[in-house]
């Protein structure tokens, strides 16, 4: 199918379907005429995309756990793994955040919030 199409049946636009191709994450022959002719299967692959980036993960991720799921004997189980593994890098992420804002609260009216915590201002 032509990009067109691609973008008509999975809701991306032609640039960003272009910029999937140029990182990899979609593949695309060209035609004798030079337009991009992309498999049937492109559709599920680029709703899957963007699901995933919906969750969290990044483009990087996604091109190489997509490999991964291509050769998992149980996708749903490796999906459970990968959905875990980014439960565990949001819960990192959501305790730093809340250091980082129990040290911020910790500075407010300390005169210089730049200054050490504890030392005065």
């Not at 609260?105 to 005065?120: D, H, K, Q, S």
């Amino acid at each position: 199918m032509r990009i067109g199409e691609l973008a008509a049946r999975t809701g991306l636009s032609r640039d960003t379907i272009r910029f999937y191709e140029k990182v990899g994450l979609v593949e695309g022959r060209r035609l004798a005429n030079g337009y991009r002719d992309f498999p049937p299967e492109a559709v599920a692959w680029l709703e899957y995309v963007r699901t995933a980036q919906a969750l969290g993960f990044s483009l990087a991720e996604i091109a190489r756990t997509g490999e991964e799921l291509r050769g998992a004997p149980d996708t749903a189980e490796a999906l459970s793994a990968l959905f875990e593994e980014k439960i565990r890098i949001v819960d990192a992420r959501m305790a730093e955040l809340a250091a980082l804002r129990a040290e911020l609260a910790a500075r407010v009216g300390t005169g210089c919030p730049l200054l050490a915590a504890g030392r005065p201002g």
